[in-house]
């Protein structure tokens, strides 16, 4: 096929607008902490002044990234860009200095005992995220997450979701896109059409969504179409094979999906992203340029971080010129574009005495509220309380986290680590990927803890476990804490368990407790969290009062 019209001279310049890369948001190269997907400075320069449209932006202090957008929009030469980052708990989750908010599911988990109060804490969510957006120097939230996460098994939405239900999920994501967007941000609302209902991780293979037509209408739909109701800017795709909508593509390249449901039935009219087209769901079946153009083809509007961003767009600008992509699909996409970043309020003014504008002095005291509300609210503990006497002779804190590598929440003065530790335990880090203090697989799945090697005296116990991208499961990896929770109560030495992110591990392990054993959950993982969970259980400086459920 050929185009029958003369195309403009700058067609290249107009397909990069469409696509969106990953930065990071240090200032130095060095500093990358995923250099795999993020943009050298020198390449990241290039392709902004090629006309590329938007970055997407991972790592750095709320400050840093401050300066690093700014000189983002100069590499831009003045255009406007789409910079974005996925803060869906807070933009202090990803840059430090700002808040950092507990899971959404917290939120859902309130709105099952108080709808009214979770609605309106949804809405502050999203203006509290707005309003540090802005300050940073973002203009896109890639959030809410509209997926309904009604299965436990779910590795890579678990506490993400608003909701365990649609109407759960619906309420709570609109409400967050009101608050989002009244504060000048785009909000987006993911993963369409519904990523909550898979056990496979589409960040390492193609999840198949086997439900039919009747049951998308009555789960997966209805939180999108809560988020379109309440105006939400962006809908972002998912790497999804939905044999009821389409048996061969998923969704982010299915005009079936994109196209005639969500453009045409559910009737979105603004922005289209991909999910990131690096993830394995599509390059292990797609090259990065023929995943764009299907992209396009299908209805995306957006390419979020090809696999390679040069390949994407010298196979989209082939396609117009063969015709196989015509210039009014690329010209329609520009159009809302254009649209999404004129409704977007510009960066907080700054000063050299505020360089951060409201965030100059750290979260504002409203936000700082919102945070230990929200914190207090989902908080769930029983029991007693860990008194001097567990720990009068020494103990172990053995903490479990997926990788120590990578781990924000547990730095050297994490609550988890230092309140135990002023109360005497030793701690002992246990990685998901490590065998210590494990007993050789299959020795005694009764007794799954080596307790010699683990050395003497009361353990309190601290799971961090919950669905997260690129762990393959829903949180604990499988590991045996339940036959490892009534070896330590056999032995008479768990001293307390604190459970953080996934509830599903709390509910399980919950009825395995005596009722007098110091033990809670809290849904965030952040050293706030930290604190007010051992506080309630005797440790540090919380009297445990506060807003906690039994």
Same mark, same amino acid.
């Given at each position: ?99 950092? =908010? ?36 973002? @203009? ?8 309904? @996460? @009604? ?14 239900? /649609?109407?759960?999920? &619906? ?35 193609? /999840? ?7 049951? =998308? ?13 309440? &105006? ?39 922005? =289209? ?82 360089? =951060? ?110 669905? @997260? ?8 990896? &499988? ?60 440790? &540090? ?10």
């Amino acid at each position: 096929m050929t185009p029958l019209q003369p195309l403009p001279t700058d067609l290249r310049r107009r397909v990069a607008e469409l696509l969106v890369v990953r930065a990071s948001g240090h200032l130095s190269d060095d500093q990358r902490r995923w250099p795999r997907w993020e943009l050298d400075n020198a390449n990241l320069r290039r392709l902004l002044a090629d006309g590329v449209g938007g970055v997407i932006l991972l790592g750095a202090s709320a400050a840093e990234l401050r300066l690093r957008t700014g000189q983002l929009q100069a590499w831009a030469g003045g255009r406007p860009l789409l910079l974005c980052a996925d803060v869906e708990e807070g933009v202090g989750q990803r840059f430090e200095g700002a808040s950092w =908010l507990v899971p959404p599911l917290a939120v859902g988990r309130l709105h099952a005992r108080d709808p009214r109060t979770a609605v309106e804490a949804a809405e502050r969510y999203g203006r509290c995220t707005g309003r540090e957006a802005r300050a940073v120097g973002l @203009n896109w939230v890639l959030g809410p997450v509209c997926d309904v @996460n @009604n299965n436990p098994a779910n590795p890579v939405i678990n506490v993400r979701a608003w909701g365990e239900d /649609p109407a759960t999920a &619906g309420a709570l994501a609109a409400a967050f896109c009101r608050g989002l967007q009244a504060e000048g941000v785009l909000g987006c609302a993911k993963h369409f059409p519904g990523h909550g209902d898979t056990a496979a991780d589409s960040h390492l293979e193609l /999840p198949l969504l086997p439900h039919d037509r009747a049951r =998308l209408e009555a789960i997966e739909l209805p939180p999108f179409r809560a988020a379109i109701k309440a &105006g939400v800017a962006a809908v972002m795709t998912a790497h999804l094979l939905l044999p009821a909508l389409d048996p061969e593509r998923p969704a982010t390249l299915s005009p079936a999906v994109l196209t005639q449901l969500l453009r045409g039935e559910l009737g979105f009219g603004g922005l =289209l992203v991909t999910d990131a087209l690096v993830m394995e769901a599509i390059t292990g079946r797609w090259g990065a340029g023929e995943a764009a153009v299907l992209a396009l083809a299908a209805g995306a509007d957006l390419v979020l971080m090809p696999a390679d961003a040069d390949q994407a767009i010298d196979a989209i600008v082939a396609a117009v010129e063969t015709g196989r992509l015509s210039l009014e699909r690329i010209e329609a996409a520009r159009e809302r574009r254009r649209r999404a970043l004129a409704t977007v309020a510009p960066p907080e003014a700054t000063s050299v005495e505020a360089p =951060l504008g409201p965030l100059s002095g750290g979260p504002e005291p409203a936000d700082r509220q919102l945070a230990l509300q929200l914190v207090r609210t989902g908080l769930e503990r029983r029991g007693g309380r860990i008194g001097a006497a567990a720990s009068a002779t020494g103990g172990v804190n053995l903490v479990r986290v997926d990788t120590a590598l990578v781990c924000p929440f547990l730095g050297a003065t994490a609550p988890a680590l230092t309140l135990p530790e002023a109360a005497g335990f030793r701690s002992c880090l246990l990685e998901g990927r490590s065998p210590t203090p494990w007993r050789v697989a299959g020795e005694d799945p009764a007794s799954p803890l080596d307790l010699e090697r683990l050395g003497p005296g009361p353990v309190l116990l601290q799971l961090f476990v919950r669905g @997260n991208p690129f762990r393959g499961s829903a949180g604990g990896g &499988g590991e045996p804490w339940a036959a490892a929770v009534s070896q330590l109560l056999a032995a008479g030495r768990l001293a307390g368990l604190a459970v953080y992110g996934s509830p599903y591990l709390w509910e399980a392990l919950r009825p395995l407790l005596p009722p007098d054993l110091p033990a809670g959950w809290s849904p965030g993982q952040m050293p706030l969290a930290q604190a007010e969970l051992l506080g309630a259980l005797g440790l &540090g400086g919380s009297d445990g009062t506060g807003g906690f459920t039994d």
